[in-house]
């Protein structure tokens, strides 16, 4: 496996078993060259839709998205509209939006290639 990170703040050495470690502007590197991305990232102005339309198009088709930082920080309906279109392989997601609409409108995610992992602690 090999693994790659972005940071604002790159340690001045890279860890033993990570191939690279770039600054914020390298994401889109990271997005292209991905097989699974980890979003892990505070919710902050800054970072609230910080995976949007542009970022889920330079994916893989079959890269996997998994959020376990907070729901805003990945735009809800570019995020629907990737994963529905197959544009993305699939999400797993550890956190939700506050908007429930996807209920009230019948596109439960279960129609999607989406996993959602249960809350312990």
């Known amino acids: ?5 972005v940071d604002a703040r790159p340690p ?8 690279w470690i770039g600054t914020d502007d390298q994401l889109p590197r990271l997005l292209a060259e ?3 991305v980890v979003v892990a990232v505070p919710l902050l102005p800054a ?11 330079l994916m893989k088709s079959d890269a996997v998205l998994i959020n376990i930082a907070r729901g ?10 990737a994963l529905q279109g197959e544009k993305i392989g699939g999400a797993v997601l ?3 939006w506050n908007d429930f609409s ?5 596109t439960w995610p279960s129609t ?4 959602s992992l249960p809350n312990f602690g």
Do not use: C, H
Not at 47 to 57: A, F
């Open 1 to 5: 496996m090999r693994v790659v990170a």
């Open 12 to 19: 001045a050495v890279t860890p033993p078993g990570v191939a």
């Open 34 to 36: 991905s097989d699974f």
């Open 47 to 57: 970072t609230r839709n910080m995976i949007g339309v542009k970022e889920l198009s």
């Open 72 to 81: 805003p920080i990945v735009d809800e309906v570019p995020f629907w509209a």
């Open 94 to 96: 550890d956190v939700w």
């Open 102 to 106: 996807w209920f009230q409108n019948g």
């Open 112 to 115: 999607y290639n989406f996993s």
